[in-house]
C-alpha cells in the first residue's frame, strides 16, 4: 500500500508554545490529506480535511486559528499547533487520499504524539 | 443516536474460533465502507473495503447490508495476531469512524 510518513513522532513542548506537524505522501500524489485527533481509549475524530492549494475544511468545534493547516504541494502537509496547552496533548494521525475527499481509501501516517506541559 | 456505532467489546475468543462485529450506520446515503485494525498506539491500517456484493479476503469476510445500514466484519480461524481494535468507516459527505470494536485473542 501507499506510504504516509509524519514528523516528528513524539513532541514534548510547553504550554505556549507552537507546534508543527509534517504530513508527506512518499510514492503518490495526495490530492486530499484529513487529519484527526485521538484522545486515549476513543475513536479517531476528524479535525480538518485539506485539498492541495486551498483552505482547508474544519470540523465543527475545531479552532482554524489554533490548528494551522497548510497543504502546499501533492506531498506535504502540515498541522501547527498554536499556542498549545495541555488539553492539547493527544495522538495526530494524518491520512491521505488520493481520490475524491470521500470515496476513497484512506493511508494513515504513524502517528505524532503530542505532549504538552 | 451516533452516526456509526459499534460495540466496544471487548470481544474475548480462543485462538481459533470464528467472531464477527457489526457496525451500524445511519446515513442512507453513505456510499463507501470501510474496516481499519489498529493496534495499540499505532495508526488504523485499512483491512478491507466493503462492496455492495460482500467481499473475502483469506480469513476475513466483509458484507454490506443496506437496508438495515449495517456493516459486518467476520474473521474466521482466528490468530493470536487479530487482536487489535477494528474501526469501521462510513463516508457520505465527510468520513466518520467508528469507536472501534476490541478483540482478543486467547491462546
Known amino acids: 500500500g501507499a506510504v504516509v510518513s509524519q514528523h516528528p513522532s513524539r513532541v514534548i513542548c510547553k504550554s505556549g508554545t507552537s507546534v508543527k506537524i509534517e504530513c508527506r505522501s512518499l510514492d503518490f500524489q495526495a490530492t486530499t490529506m484529513f487529519w484527526y485527533r485521538q484522545f486515549p481509549k476513543q475513536s479517531l475524530m476528524l479535525m480538518a480535511t485539506s485539498n492541495e492549494g486551498s483552505k482547508a475544511t474544519y470540523e465543527q468545534g475545531v479552532e482554524k486559528d489554533k490548528f494551522l493547516i497548510n497543504h502546499a504541494s501533492l506531498t506535504l502537509s502540515t498541522l501547527t499547533v498554536t499556542s498549545a496547552h495541555p488539553e492539547d496533548s493527544s495522538f495526530y494521525i494524518c491520512s491521505a487520499s488520493g481520490g475524491t475527499s470521500d470515496s476513497y481509501e484512506q493511508y494513515f501516517g504513524p502517528g505524532t504524539r503530542l505532549t504538552v506541559t | 443516536r451516533k452516526e456509526v456505532e459499534q460495540d466496544p467489546g471487548p470481544f474475548n475468543v480462543p485462538e481459533g474460533a470464528t467472531v464477527a462485529f457489526n457496525c451500524t450506520y445511519s446515513?442512507?446515503?453513505?456510499?463507501?465502507f470501510f474496516w481499519y485494525r489498529q493496534d495499540c498506539r499505532k495508526e488504523p491500517k485499512l483491512l478491507m473495503s466493503v462492496y455492495s456484493s460482500g467481499n473475502e479476503d483469506g480469513r476475513f469476510t466483509a458484507q454490506l447490508n443496506r437496508a438495515s445500514q449495517y456493516i459486518s466484519l467476520l474473521i474466521r480461524d482466528s490468530k493470536l495476531s487479530d487482536s487489535a481494535t477494528y474501526l469501521c468507516v462510513v463516508s457520505a459527505s465527510k468520513i466518520i469512524f467508528g469507536s472501534g470494536t476490541r478483540l482478543s485473542i486467547r491462546p
Open positions: 446515513n442512507s446515503a453513505s456510499q463507501s
